[in-house]
């Protein structure tokens, strides 16, 4: 257990939080299984009011703040976003909306821009539509999203998209690069599912093969030259899982570092999957940001290097890895603070091991999964 001394000692080198998220609902219209979103999420009921958010959001930038993304759930169906966007503009952010895009529509998108928003991140599911359809658990959204994507485009906005990659939809990348570049992509972010919430409750599902995400690779790769011989700027961002790194990834740049999520009901975590963890977190509604951010027990538990046990504490890459995903550790372990097990020098590394040779099965085989929905919610709620 850290100390008092080894407190304040992580505390008195600690920054300002650079990138505030700010998780404005849970409710949301598709139940994608990979959602990161709490098992539990039916549970919150109590969302922060208009001038709870803008209060957070003038607080954050007091703080240093300067990154702001408006997520969920969809932050779309909240109808007071875009006076958080223009407030959020006043105060001097830069803001982000990431969106199903379900809940848009021209009009919206130029009310949104009239606010002041600076930038939009559309997700795709897939490039077939029944694919899109069975993930996402919606015949419609496909349609509707590529019809979006296409709005925001014309309306003045740099095009982004993220595909989530997994089991269901990696073997058809190109299909979905190619329908990117088709709809005029600036950037795409091809982020391959990282296993928390829903995702880890649907690991077996979702986790592809090495050689699935070996093709995959070389797929983006061939995307890659293809573009930059036509001159074609547009952006490829693949992100391996992290069940298939020798090293974790310092997760969020470190706990309580530079980032920032606020709950829908005031939660305020260190990042946004750190709710799962079996611990208190402070919210807005009793303790001001300042206070949270530099002094309260849950952003001082795993800042800095002193709570590390072995093999972290003398491995000479804790400074960039900080130790890896707390909440990645406590998912395979039931501890948050040992080693995060993706990393090869853990003694839990067996366990990342098992779940890639569990992936090593027939790719074309079904497996089940588990939608993001209220009934399932409430289920593991009651658990």
């Not at 199903?100 to 490039?127: K, N, V, Y």
């Not at 979905?176 to 599902?205: F, K, M, P, S």
Request: glycine share 6%; aromatic share 6%; charged share 25%.
């Amino acid at each position: 257990m850290t100390d008092h001394t080894d407190t304040a000692a992580a505390n008195a080198q600690t920054g300002a939080p650079l990138w505030l998220l700010a998780e404005l609902t849970y409710r949301c219209p598709l139940q994608c299984s990979y959602c990161s979103n709490p098992l539990d999420f039916a549970a919150v009921k109590d969302e922060l009011t208009t001038d709870e958010w803008l209060d957070v959001l003038a607080q954050a930038r007091a703080l240093g703040a300067v990154q702001l993304g408006f997520s969920g759930g969809e932050p779309l169906v909240r109808r007071d976003l875009e006076t958080l966007v223009a407030e959020a503009r006043r105060l001097g952010f830069y803001t982000n909306l990431i969106t199903s895009a379900l809940g848009l529509d021209e009009a919206r998108i130029a009310a949104l821009r009239e606010a002041g928003l600076d930038h939009i991140q559309i997700s795709l599911q897939a490039a077939d539509p029944e694919v899109a359809a069975a993930v996402a658990g919606s015949p419609k959204a496909h349609a509707r999203k590529l019809t979006m994507a296409r709005a925001v485009k014309a309306a003045g906005y740099p095009m982004v998209l993220n595909v989530v990659l997994h089991r269901h939809n990696i073997d058809r990348l190109d299909a979905i690069i190619a329908l990117c570049d088709e709809l005029g992509a600036d950037a795409v972010e091809l982020a391959n599912c990282q296993l928390y919430g829903w995702a880890h409750l649907n690991r077996t599902g979702l986790l592809p093969s090495r050689a699935q995400l070996e093709a995959a690779e070389a797929t983006t790769a061939r995307w890659r030259e293809r573009l930059a011989a036509r001159g074609r700027e547009m952006r490829l961002l693949f992100v391996v899982p992290d069940y298939y790194a020798d090293r974790p990834k310092a997760c969020m740049g470190g706990w309580g570092a530079i980032f920032m999520t606020v709950a829908p009901d005031g939660a305020v975590l260190p990042c946004h999957s750190a709710r799962l963890l079996p611990m208190t977190f402070p919210k807005v509604r009793e303790q001001p940001l300042r206070e949270i951010w530099y002094d309260s027990p849950a952003f001082n538990r795993y800042r800095g290097e002193a709570w590390m046990r072995e093999p972290c504490r003398s491995c000479d890459e804790r400074h960039k890895d900080v130790g890896g995903c707390r909440c990645q550790a406590y998912l395979l372990t039931g501890d948050p603070a040992v080693t995060d097990p993706v990393c090869e020098l853990s003694p839990d590394h067996h366990l990342i091991e098992a779940a890639c040779r569990e992936a090593e099965g027939d790719t074309r085989r079904a497996h089940a999964l588990t939608p993001r929905n209220v009934q399932a919610s409430r289920v593991f709620c009651r658990r």
